[in-house]
């Protein structure tokens, strides 16, 4: 009798697995040609809205979807309205819901995303220098962890040359920038440097944030024949209140072409959409296995164009040197 109940439940065991089989094949053959792809998460954390960084954003998010579909990945898109504890606090939801990888546009966001994780792959985009923004001493190209991105750094040896060839009779200049960004300060430092060498008597005029800027600003117009603002976002994001001061009295050069627009006279520009296209394009590589963040080297534009403003060169009674183009709009 004990032998038979083996028996029985041995035969039901063999039932069991050979049903079980059956259902795994049908699996399988349903996960072939009908499988889903993969879906992405990404967030994307954006220190403040202007054109620059809007257009780099932009460019990203239609890089990452011509590669991948847009119904294969998701964008998580927060702005910290100019607030570096906003990006903390974006960057630290992005790790709370492991999202498969954080765009950082801009130093403050990208700052906070490399101190909120060190396992997501993390790419910054208009980020001017690496080395300054993570405080790594002797930097190069390559950053050698979980970050990686592109600069928006336009060659500063030859913006001091812009303003030689715009202005060659003017004997001070003013740097006009926001001292809470590390990278703006790294920029006017050497450009002042340049300038020196060609001549020039430099200061430096900096504001902490919004809430002074006129009143330095003033200072800095009053004291100077010629004016130099970097890639800053708190200059980009109150362009008004300078040319309020500066319009028609005061040239003012720019580090990119959204201030120029705003109140400046010439710079060289990069374009923020191509530099976000190329931040995407490295996602993509990232996200597919294609490339490992940690082997990825700090990419830069191309190329720079030469453009002016033409409302404030007629302002100021100046005429754009030949290979300037004007900014439209």
């Known amino acids: 009798m004990k032998k038979k109940i083996i028996a029985l439940l041995m035969a039901v065991l063999m039932l069991t697995s050979l049903v079980a089989c059956g259902g795994n094949s049908g699996d399988d053959a349903s996960a072939g040609d009908g499988e889903e792809a993969t879906t992405y998460t990404i967030g994307i954390c954006q220190l403040v809205q202007h054109v620059a ?6 460019g990203f998010k239609d890089a990452v ?3 991948l579909g847009e119904e294969n990945v998701v964008f998580d898109e927060q702005n910290a ?4 504890n906003t990006c903390n606090t974006i960057v630290n939801g992005f790790v709370s819901n492991n999202v498969d990888l954080i765009m950082a546009n801009a130093t403050p966001a990208l700052q906070a995303a490399s101190a909120a994780t060190g396992t997501i792959p993390v790419l910054g985009t208009s980020v001017t220098e690496y080395g300054v923004a993570l405080g790594i001493e002797g930097f190069t190209s390559l950053v050698g962890t979980n970050v990686s991105g592109t600069s928006d750094l336009a060659p500063l040896d030859e913006q ?4 030689k060839e715009w202005c060659p009779d003017a004997k001070t200049v003013g740097l006009l920038y926001c001292s809470a960004e590390a990278n703006s300060q790294y920029q006017v430092d050497t450009v002042q440097t340049y300038l020196e060498e060609l001549g020039y ?11 002074d800027i006129q009143a330095v600003t003033q200072q800095c117009a009053d004291e100077s024949d010629v004016i130099y603002v970097p890639t800053d976002n708190t200059v980009a994001s109150n362009t008004g209140i300078i040319d309020g001061i500066c319009h028609g009295k005061v040239p003012v050069f720019a580090g990119e072409e959204g201030i120029c627009s705003g109140c400046g006279v010439a710079t060289l520009s990069i374009s923020y959409y191509d530099l976000g296209v190329a931040t995407g394009e490295m996602a993509v590589k990232i996200l597919t296995g294609e490339a490992d963040v940690a082997e990825m080297e700090i990419g830069y534009a191309a190329t720079t164009t030469p453009k002016y403003n033409a409302v404030n060169c ?7 040197p030949e290979g300037y183009v004007a900014i439209e709009g």
């Open 53 to 58: 960084l809007d257009a780099a954003t932009e």
């Open 65 to 67: 979807v011509a590669a």
């Open 81 to 84: 309205a100019g607030d570096s």
């Open 160 to 163: 001091a040359a812009m303003i």
């Open 201 to 211: 008597t430099c200061k430096q005029y900096s504001f902490t944030d919004s809430n």
């Open 314 to 320: 007629e302002a100021l009674g100046l005429t754009a």
